[in-house]
């Protein structure tokens, strides 16, 4: 059974940091794309970041670009997203995702074939 588990959620002031873990397992996910989405309340989910199995290529929301870093380890099936300089904005909740397609473009297209339940990021003072 396929399962992502999202860890690192909470709530935080706005300039502030916050480090979200995804931990993925019941398959391998050699040649999977993960990246990351979000939902505000009231709003559509929208694609955050993604990342290559290799690594080597990312792709940013522009509305996260400068801000947040996503980065993964295939050797532990995770991938992190650590967000920083936060605003009001970016509370969501915060869910891993995982494509079989390689390209980070088709993951921020919405090509996904497995979601974590998702993380809730609040950000207020």
């Known amino acids: 059974q396929v399962q992502l588990v999202e860890s690192g959620g909470g709530l935080v002031q706005p300039g502030g940091s916050l480090r979200l873990s995804c931990a993925a397992s019941?398959?391998?996910?050699?040649?999977?794309?993960m990246g990351w989405f979000r939902q505000a309340p009231g709003k559509e989910r929208e694609f955050v970041a993604a990342?290559?199995?290799?690594?080597?290529?990312?792709h940013y929301a522009d509305s996260v670009k400068g801000r947040f870093t996503i980065s993964r380890d295939n050797a532990k099936n995770t991938v992190d997203l650590q967000m920083s300089s936060l605003k009001p904005e970016d509370t969501a909740v915060y869910s891993c995702?995982?494509?079989?397609?390689?390209?980070?473009?088709?993951?921020?297209?919405?090509?996904?074939?497995?979601w974590g339940k998702g993380t809730l990021v609040t950000v207020s003072s």
């Open positions: 019941g398959r391998t996910f050699s040649g999977y794309a």
């Open positions: 990342i290559r199995w290799s690594g080597g290529n990312t």
């Open positions: 995702a995982a494509s079989r397609s390689t390209t980070t473009q088709a993951m921020a297209a919405g090509v996904i074939h497995y």
